[in-house]
């Protein structure tokens, strides 16, 4: 089945405390994205990828890092998080840039 | 910054009605276009796209318009289903490469 999987689903974490969210496709697409989703304010572009060794920022990458080392996995890492950094994540991945993206489940993440 | 906009937060129709979804963007140079559905718990799913050298297209029971000149983009749905109730979100690709999303509009189908 054509997916996109996210881990963990649910993570509580106290500030400081490095973390990583993992996302894998199992589609063989060259573009992966992640995005934060706030109440209000839909979903917010953090960092994207157009291929392997090839990622750029999005609207709200202050944070966070990720790294594309393999065409399929496209991980989320937060160094030190911070309360403010508690949000619903979204990874997602598509063909290229003008083509429709595939979201997977999120990953809610609550930092105190 | 220019961001992508919803003109109605919610949107409440009869079962069997046809539903239309704004949505407003302000980066003219923006070329690519999609609307998405969001259920309750999961992730964004694709509904239908349109590229910027189209004002139309049509998928099954849905139709996307694009008026580039008043920078609006529409979501229309025909028969409206209960299974329709969701967020549905438009997004932009800018020329920046970025992809920016509305905010959402809450569409509820009322038996």
């Known amino acids: 089945e054509a997916q996109v999987t996210q881990n963990p689903r649910y993570l509580i974490t106290v500030t400081g405390k490095k973390l990583t969210v993992t996302c894998s496709q199992n589609m063989n697409h060259e573009y992966m994205s992640w995005y934060r989703q706030d109440p209000g304010l839909g979903l917010r572009q953090i960092y994207y990828?157009?291929?392997?060794?090839?990622?750029d920022k999005g609207d709200v990458p202050e944070g966070y890092k990720v790294s594309r080392k393999e065409k399929r996995n496209f991980p989320l890492i937060l160094e030190s998080p911070s309360p403010n950094q508690t949000s619903l994540y979204f990874c997602?991945?598509?063909?290229?840039?003008?083509?429709?993206?595939?979201f997977g489940p999120g990953t809610r993440l609550t930092v105190t | 910054g220019e961001s992508v906009g919803l003109h109605l937060p919610t949107l409440s129709v009869q079962e069997g009605d046809n539903s239309i979804i704004n949505c407003a963007y302000s980066?003219?140079?923006?070329?690519?276009f999609i609307w998405y559905k969001q259920e309750s718990g999961k992730g964004p799913q694709f509904i239908i796209d349109i590229r910027s050298n189209m004002d139309k297209r049509q998928g099954q029971r849905v139709t996307v318009l694009l008026n580039k000149t008043v920078k609006h983009l529409s979501l229309q749905i025909a028969a409206t289903q209960p299974g329709d109730s969701a967020v549905y979100f438009c997004a932009e690709k800018t020329n920046n490469n970025d992809m920016r999303f509305g905010a959402g509009t809450r569409l509820t189908v009322k038996p």
């Open positions: 980066n003219s140079a923006s070329d690519y």
């Open positions: 990828s157009m291929n392997v060794e090839v990622t």
């Open positions: 997602a991945s598509s063909h290229g840039l003008n083509y429709e993206q595939y």
